[in-house]
T-cell receptor, first 112, second 106 residues
Framework: NAGVTQTPKFRILKIGQSMTLQCTQD?????MYWYRQDPGMGLKLIYY???????DKGEVPNGYNVSRSTTEDFPLRLELAAPSQTSVYFC???????????FGNGTRLTVT | KNEVEQSPQNLTAQEGEFITINCSYS?????LHWLQQHPGGGIVSLFM???GKKKHGRLIATINIQEKHSSLHITASHPRDSAVYICAVIGDKIIFGKGTRLHILP
């Protein structure tokens, strides 16, 4: 298994540009999550999904959108990039509550 | 009040010292994870606990479900243990502690 794969690893955006952060897992996990981690800070939940076709907002959803058309993929969309979205983004997945938690390697995004 | 509290926030110790990091939570959980993040690095899972105690090398993790408390211990600490250690609880969603920044001096 490749685990959780995130792309790209790094990206620089100009204010107002849009992009999609990709997250794919090959473990048939139902639960997938997007977090952002600001420098020196903890992880904040952006959006999560409990299965294909189901998504819900987390703690800091403004400025982001997600979709979950398949079990494997959970892309995160930034429509109008703002400097406040400069952060490191992590995707995570888990099969169910009492099973291992897997993280992608992160995407470092800078908006200037 | 945060649903997951970690202490201490920062910890500096000498190589060889015994390290304890604590995690208290206030919600019902099915499991608790201890995670490790090296500077500029990804996040890896060290332990998953639903009861009792687990040991992996120099790392030991314990959980007391009744008291809603878990501890991560590092024996014979080494500079390569320097990292941020994060407690995450799994309930109806995943809730993370803010992390403990550990620095082991040679």
């Amino acid at each position: 298994n490749a685990g959780v794969t995130q792309t790209p690893k790094f990206r620089i955006l100009k204010i107002g540009q849009s992009m999609t952060l990709q997250c794919t897992q090959d473990m048939n996990h139902n639960y997938m999550y997007w977090y952002r981690q600001d420098p020196g800070m903890g992880l904040k939940l952006i959006y999560y999904s409990v299965g294909a076709g189901i998504t819900d907002k987390g703690e800091v959803p403004n400025g982001y959108n997600v979709s979950r058309s398949t079990t494997e993929d959970f892309p995160l969309r930034l429509e109008l990039a703002a400097p406040s979205q400069t952060s490191v983004y992590f995707c995570a997945s888990i099969l169910w509550g009492n099973s291992p938690l897997h993280f992608g390697n992160g995407t470092r995004l800078t908006v200037t | 009040k945060n649903e997951v509290e970690q202490s201490p926030q920062n910890l500096t110790a000498q190589e060889g010292e015994f390290i304890t990091i604590n995690c208290s939570y206030s919600v019902g959980i099915s499991a608790l994870h201890w995670l490790q993040q090296h500077p500029g690095g990804g996040i890896v899972s060290l332990f998953m606990l639903s009861s009792g105690k687990k040991k992996h090398g120099r790392l030991i993790a314990t959980i007391n479900i009744q008291e809603k408390h878990s501890s991560l211990h590092i024996t014979a600490s080494h500079p390569r243990d320097s990292a941020v250690y994060i407690c995450a609880v799994i309930g109806d969603k995943i809730i993370f502690g803010k992390g403990t920044r550990l620095h082991i001096l040679p």
